[in-house]
């Protein structure tokens, strides 16, 4: 085995161990607290390409656990500081601290500009946000909503900085990679994107990673059925790929499906629709049984 494939071996083990948490009989725990015997506070960090569905997400889980599991103490921390309107109500909101428009006019910034500035200052406020969160008096579940433009948060130095220090006491993160439906109902889209979520799983090493495949009521339900069946097997994806393709594309198609079938742990998709509430149950279940996994610093 190669030194990166051995890295990556050594990653995967963890995402292996979400599974490891079913029940003998292949149902979900019951109840979180009988899952939860550590007492950990579940911080769930949304990532994704920009309009995946992160934020609408946040909300629907929010409305739908709060609903439907009244003895959970669940909050929201919005990350982003340039939204301007959110579909709930965060408890904790980075935008108190950082407001783009300010960071604009004080830097002379354009609104790209802002934007790297602005998440790079979260960083700046991180104590504050750690003291919020303790004003909660440790919450089982904290929703966490990331800037709208991942790469700002995910591939500069802000995202790993903020998820291994905001944490505090018993904490268990989960990132959950959302995967826009719009891009991956082709295969070339369906590549691009476990690219991306590979990478995310770099940056956030050793941290447990869901990925979810959101707005999924946005595709037919053959569609669907055949992004899904990718997830689980790669030699479908490869025929699947465009056969005209030439080239350093078509090596890469070959040489992508091998990897992604050499890696058996490399999370299976799991469907969502935050418009119409389904998968929600299962995305639930797969943040509970990242209980225990994690194996991040701490600091
Ligand atoms: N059809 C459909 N649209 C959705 C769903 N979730 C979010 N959207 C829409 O997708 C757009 C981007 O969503 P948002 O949550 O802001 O994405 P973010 O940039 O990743 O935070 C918005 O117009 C949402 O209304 C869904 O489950 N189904
Ligand atoms: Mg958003």
């Not at 725990?29 to 950990?40: A, I």
């Amino acid at each position: 085995m190669s030194t990166v494939d051995s890295e990556v071996a050594s990653l995967l083990i963890n995402l292996h161990g979400v599974f490891e948490n079913e029940k003998k009989d292949g149902g979900l725990y019951t109840s979180f607290f009988e899952l939860n015997k550590g007492n950990k506070m579940i911080f769930n960090y949304c990532i994704g390409p920009a309009g995946s569905g992160k934020t609408t997400l946040i909300a629907t889980t929010y409305n739908y656990l709060t609903e439907k599991y009244k003895e959970l103490r669940i909050i929201t921390v919005n990350l982003d500081p340039g939204v301007r309107n959110l579909p709930y109500t965060p408890h904790i909101d980075i935008r108190d601290y950082i407001l783009l428009e300010e960071v604009m006019e004080r830097y002379g910034l354009g609104p790209n500009g802002g934007l790297v500035a602005a998440t790079d200052m979260i960083i700046d406020s991180i104590e504050d946000l750690k003291f919020e969160i303790s004003e909660y008096n440790n919450p089982d579940v904290v929703l966490i909503d990331t800037p709208g433009q991942m790469e700002l948060f995910a591939f500069r130095n802000t995202g790993p900085m903020v998820v291994s220090s905001l944490g505090y006491g018993d904490v268990q993160k989960v990132v959950s990679f959302l995967f826009d439906p719009t891009i991956c109902r082709h295969p070339s889209g369906y590549i691009s994107t476990m690219f991306l979520a590979g990478s995310v799983l770099y940056r956030f090493a050793n941290i447990p990673q869901i990925n979810v495949l959101s707005k999924s009521d946005l595709l037919e339900p053959d569609i669907l059925e055949r992004v899904l069946a990718w997830s689980e097997d790669y030699d479908k994806l490869f025929l699947a790929t465009d056969k005209t393709e030439r080239g350093l594309v078509r090596e890469l198609d070959s040489g992508i499906s091998e990897i992604f079938e050499r890696l058996q742990n490399f999370p299976r998709l799991l469907s969502v629709s935050s418009l119409e509430f389904t998968g929600i149950e299962e995305y639930w279940g797969a943040i509970q049984r990242t209980l225990n996994f994690d194996e991040s610093p701490y600091y």
